[in-house]
């Protein structure tokens, strides 16, 4: 069994940066690609970020391209998602997702997830 448990959401104001994490931890993790989701009152949840099993690939929700990074360290078995020139759009509860080789957007395939980090943004 996997548990992946996130980090760093808090609050922000317009403009400000948050770094978020999820450390992945219960199995021999040798290889997974991850996704990061995020899910705000009154939406369904909506792919953010995902990177490759070998952090070649990432891809982004237009919505946060050129502003967000996801960027993984496999000796620590964590990937962060940078998250610069917030918006209160962005405001949300952030969830990271593991999958062994899929690190796209739709949410059905992934099979892990962690209990979430709120992020909130002000304006």
């Known amino acids: 069994q996997v548990q992946l448990v996130e980090s760093g959401g808090g609050f922000a104001q317009a403009g400000d940066s948050l770094r978020l994490s999820c450390k992945a931890s219960?199995?021999?993790?040798?290889?997974?690609?991850m996704g990061w989701f995020r899910q705000s009152p009154a939406k369904e949840r909506e792919f953010v970020a995902g990177?490759?099993?070998?952090?070649?690939?990432?891809s982004y929700a237009d919505s946060v391209k050129g502003r967000f990074t996801i960027s993984r360290d496999d000796a620590k078995n964590t990937v962060w998602l940078q998250m610069n020139a917030l918006k209160p759009e962005d405001t949300a509860v952030y969830y990271c997702?593991?999958?062994?080789?899929?690190?796209?957007?739709?949410?059905?395939?992934?099979?892990?997830w962690g209990q979430g980090t709120q992020v909130t943004v002000s304006s």
């Open positions: 990177i490759s099993t070998s952090g070649e690939h990432t």
């Open positions: 219960g199995y021999t993790l040798s290889r997974y690609a």
């Open positions: 997702a593991l999958d062994w080789e899929y690190s796209g957007p739709n949410e059905l395939v992934y099979l892990y």
